[in-house]
């Protein structure tokens, strides 16, 4: 809104500007009958105020034009430099100023996670985790992409993602995840080296182009792998085959209008329902929720357990349920 208001301001001043030097330039050209080049020189020397010589002695009708050019000529142009250098100054400490505050803000981050690349994917995992107020940070280094980060105002660093001080700039050693989503597979196994190097524990997720990739990504030290194609190939051929289940997860898996989601709940050391089974646990009789797997922490994944079914500390839960009750949920787990 500001800076919309200030460009008008400057078109006027520059329209007006731009009146004046034909008006005296005419002027001249009419009432002295100078040439057009020696009438529009007179209009610009007279607008500047340098005081050279005149090009010929005036006549008063001409020297009356030259007051009109002074009063006008001047007043305008001092008004449009001023309002250009003060769009410049305040634009660059807005930048300024603005790029301070969100180094800040980057710097106070704790377990973040760090996106690297903007893309297709960055982008859609930046709106998911917006959406759940997880906190994170973006490293982009490409101007078209930086613009539209500034545009949803996400914290970010205008950095090469694969260098050791971007990551470091955006607290890979108190992070709690990195997602590497650049387009080079080349790129992504050097982040995660570099990553894996500043912070051993850090989960990292990294996208790959193919199954020969996913290979390397996993030695370098990614986590998990992600294919899109392949995965969006899959989804494609389940909407073919069994569209009822497609149907079931995106209702599971993504915010809807009956208001349910899927989500996962990590079993604490001090949880009081360390010990206990799922019926003594009383998880789907006060919070309403449907116990879908629990992995346990051996790594053992337990899909549709029974009531008899015993909850360890480490142990994560899935379940399906409306969010307000699985945030009720997980603050007692």
């Known amino acids: 809104m500001y800076r919309s208001l200030e460009l008008k301001k400057l078109r006027l001043s520059i329209t007006l500007l731009l009146g004046t030097i034909a008006?005296?330039?005419?002027?001249?050209?009419?009432i002295e009958e100078m040439p057009f080049f020696?009438?529009?020189?007179?209009?610009?020397?007279?607008?500047s105020t340098v005081g050279f010589s005149e090009v010929k002695q005036l006549s008063v009708a001409g020297r009356v034009v030259t007051i009109l050019i002074i009063t006008s000529g001047v007043t305008i142009s001092a008004y449009t430099i001023g309002t250009l250098l003060r769009m410049f100054i305040e634009g660059e400490l807005r930048k300024t100023f603005g790029r301070r505050?969100?180094?800040?803000?980057?710097?106070?981050?704790?377990?973040?996670?760090?996106i690297c690349g903007y893309g297709?994917?960055?982008?859609?995992?930046?709106?998911?985790?917006?959406?759940?107020?997880?906190?994170?940070?973006?490293?982009?280094?490409?101007?078209?992409?930086?613009?539209?980060?500034?545009?949803?105002?996400?914290?970010?660093?205008?950095?090469?993602?694969?260098?050791?001080?971007?990551?470091?700039?955006?607290?890979?050693?108190?992070?709690?995840?990195?997602?590497?989503?650049?387009?080079?597979?080349?790129?992504?196994?050097?982040?995660?080296?570099?990553?894996?190097?500043?912070?051993?524990?850090?989960?990292?997720?990294?996208?790959?182009?193919?199954?020969?990739?996913?290979?390397?990504?996993?030695?370098?030290?990614?986590t998990r792998v992600v294919l899109p194609y392949q995965i969006g190939g899959r989804r494609m051929a389940h909407v073919l085959i069994r569209p009822t289940v497609v149907d079931f997860l995106d209702v599971a898996m993504m915010d809807s209008e009956l208001g349910l989601s899927m989500e996962e709940a990590h079993v604490k050391q001090n949880s009081s329902l360390v010990g206990k089974n799922l019926i003594e646990s009383n998880l789907r009789k006060d919070y309403g929720v449907i116990i879908v797997a629990i992995k346990k922490v051996t790594g053992e994944m337990v899909f549709n357990p029974t009531p008899a079914q015993k909850l360890d500390a480490g142990d994560d839960i899935v379940v399906l349920g409306k969010r307000d009750d699985l945030i009720r949920m997980n603050k007692v787990i």
Not at 204 to 222: D, F, P, Q, T, V
């Open 120 to 222: 297709r994917i960055g982008s859609l995992i930046c709106t998911e985790l917006k959406e759940r107020n997880i906190p994170f940070v973006v490293i982009e280094n490409d101007p078209t992409s930086i613009e539209n980060l500034e545009k949803e105002h996400y914290l970010y660093l205008p950095m090469d993602a694969t260098t050791e001080e971007a990551l470091i700039a955006a607290g890979i050693t108190h992070a709690k995840g990195l997602v590497t989503a650049v387009m080079s597979d080349a790129d992504n196994v050097y982040i995660i080296l570099t990553a894996r190097g500043l912070n051993s524990d850090i989960f990292i997720l990294s996208r790959a182009s193919n199954e020969n990739a996913e290979e390397k990504l996993i030695r370098a030290g990614a």
């Open 23 to 30: 008006f005296g330039t005419f002027g001249y050209h009419i």
């Open 101 to 114: 505050k969100m180094e800040k803000m980057i710097k106070a981050l704790k377990n973040h996670y760090i």
């Open 38 to 47: 020696d009438s529009f020189y007179m209009t610009m020397i007279t607008i």
